[in-house]
């Protein structure tokens, strides 16, 4: 049996360990530059205000209805989740992480066990020692217990938060509640497919043909047909380092100036290596990607994104910086004005298996460099220590006007309690 675990409204929850008097009533999340609203809580949803909601559009809303209103505080919404994660590995050694409000536990050889009565003491002990409230689904397949999992978020008052699918009717019977738009896996242009088809729920999807699926969804669409049916297909993985990784920002203005965009770019470049090294990886491509307002009709667009092959792996801050301005020259042109700016590393390498090149490879110099600076940087605060290609004076911020305190990874910011 397998078990998928989901945080309740996470985002939103974070903020309400630390603001008890928000419980039960209506809070909001918004994403970065508090754009649009990307967490909500039961009673922010019912009030309908939709995922997605530009702020701007609802601020009236907000205010009239007393919605609290969060700035995206991904400090501390990490580090709950590392909180909750850990927590979760002490049931079963067989851990997946799948996002930071989700995970999967094996818990094959726990057949003498009530999965029910674990399932409910996972939630006591996450909310206890976290106050993040979560939901359990149990099933014999990981797509199988997303719905379980769905079923125990959707009916807390039957379930209290917890749900099996152990029988072949109870298989049938939520797959035949679960509509084909909200099945794990299934994404907008193939529901609309399907819906066009007469296929309505995930119950219609498990009676498809099995070449069908293939022909037109491919083996993953497939492996997702065989899961729902019961059949183990969808195996648990662990966890691995992620295959790319991206720095991209909107900016807080419309940028004109290269000077500007470049110490953005740099920082972005700066910000990939960091993350490079943590999880002891070289990259040997990068991308550079410059956009214009496109919600600015009255105004010029231009868009442009180039991909460097490097001619060598590396996870150097320095060399990094580099070939990013090198990419930024190339597709930069002046009269536009910008909104947006990224960098993306690929093509990675395990740091300590590097294959030497004939005439040109990486500066050796830089692999202990980088060590003192990641730890200076850890010791000192982020980006204590900066390139010269980065502003020393200027300290970039994203619009956060309602950013709560990092209550859990800064000092300076520790709840205070009066006793």
């Not at 675990?5 to 419980?23: G, H, Q, T, W």
């Not at 590995?89 to 094959?108: M, N, Q, R, V």
């Not at 410059?290 to 600015?296: D, E, L, M, S, V």
């Not at 010269?388 to 520790?414: C, F, H």
Request: proline share 3%.
């Amino acid at each position: 049996m397998y078990a998928l675990i989901d945080c309740n409204n996470f985002y939103a929850s974070c903020e309400r360990v630390f603001r008890p008097d928000l419980r039960g009533k209506p809070v909001v999340v918004l994403s970065n530059n508090d754009g649009c609203v990307i967490a909500r809580s039961n009673e922010a949803k019912d009030l309908g205000i939709p995922m997605g909601a530009p702020a701007y559009q609802f601020k009236q809303i907000l205010d009239e209805k007393n919605i609290a209103v969060f700035s995206s505080n991904f400090a501390l919404y990490g580090d709950m989740s590392h909180r909750v994660m850990d927590i979760l590995g002490t049931f079963c050694p067989k851990l997946e992480i799948y996002s930071i409000d989700e995970a999967f536990l094996d818990f094959e050889g726990f057949d003498l066990h009530n999965l029910n009565e674990i399932g409910l003491q996972m939630r006591q002990k996450v909310l206890q020692w976290t106050g993040i409230p979560v939901s359990v689904g149990f099933a014999p397949t990981k797509a199988l217990a997303k719905v379980a999992n769905r079923i125990a978020k959707k009916f807390p008052e039957r379930t209290h938060g917890v749900y099996s699918i152990e029988t072949e009717e109870q298989r049938i019977k939520a797959l035949k509640w679960l509509k084909i738009e909200d099945v794990w896996g299934i994404g907008r242009k193939h529901a609309r497919r399907l819906q066009e088809m007469n296929i309505r729920t995930a119950y219609d999807f498990t009676q498809l043909k099995d070449k069908w699926v293939r022909e037109n969804m491919t083996v993953v669409g497939l492996r997702l047909k065989l899961d729902l049916q019961g059949i183990p297909t969808i195996e648990m993985e662990d966890v691995k380092s992620k295959k790319n990784i991206a720095t991209t920002r909107t900016f807080d203005s419309n940028y004109t100036d290269y000077e500007k965009i470049a110490e953005r770019v740099a920082g972005f470049a700066v910000s990939c290596a960091e993350k490079l090294r943590a999880q002891k990886s070289c990259c040997n491509s990068i991308m550079i990607f410059i956009h214009t307002n496109g919600f600015r009709e009255d105004m010029e667009q231009y868009s442009k994104n180039i991909v460097i092959k490097l001619p060598y792996a590396t996870n150097s801050s320095i060399e990094l910086v580099g070939f990013a301005k090198q990419g930024l020259e190339r597709i930069f042109k002046k009269g536009y004005a910008y909104k947006k700016a990224g960098v993306i590393v690929m093509d990675f390498s395990p740091e300590d298996n590097q294959q030497l090149k004939l005439f040109e490879n990486r500066n050796v110099k830089h692999i202990s460099l980088m060590k003192v600076v990641d730890k200076l940087n850890r010791k000192y605060g982020q980006q204590k220590i900066r390139l010269a290609a980065q502003d020393m004076g200027r300290v970039w911020k994203m619009k956060q006007e309602n950013l709560s305190p990092r209550y859990t990874t800064d000092i300076n910011d520790i709840i205070t309690v009066k006793s």
